[in-house]
């Protein structure tokens, strides 16, 4: 290894120069890079596993569950559609709880970057408190606040694809309670029960 010997300062500030002219541009380059990753994660939609089934009024639904607080916050936004995972749903099949993790009064909920109308139903172990019928999508600040009286759940699904009421007791179960002979795969790999076939 050989070292620098640099004479007087005014060659340290050539030294110096040179070397910011190599680093400056690695320096922008890695900025704008990660400034752009960063944006794509941010708007990328979250696709969590189906892992609750909701029965009602002899339909199934497949509920994806959001618990953590990244999850919660992000929700159904940036989704093209409830179904996730790309492959055709039948029709309002699908739908996302929030597990609030505890029992909160006036529960606020907006629709901020959601492309497609819903229904959200406030649940207190498994009763409904509050509904909202078909909550539009809202791409601008400020949006509407739709709040739930009380709730340590929250559920959304496809606009008019239940019949459920203030007061309805649903029967959400996850899949792990489930007899192992009520349940298959179907063509798109999505959990199916003998209610759907």
Known sequence: ?????????????????KLLNILGPIAGVSIIISTVASGYVQTRPQDLPVTHILTHNNRTFKLEVASTPEQLEKGLKFRASLNGDGVPPTVGDRGMLFNLGEEIYNVPFWMYKVNFPLDIFYLKDNVVTTAVYNAKPCYKNPCPIYKGKVANQVLELATGAANIKVGDRLNIQPLSVLPKNNISLDRGNSLRTKNDR
Do not use: R, S, T, W
Request: net charge positive; hydrophobic share 55%; no cysteine.
């Open 1 to 17: 290894m050989q070292i620098l010997k640099i004479p007087n300062q005014k060659d340290l500030y050539v030294a110096a120069f």
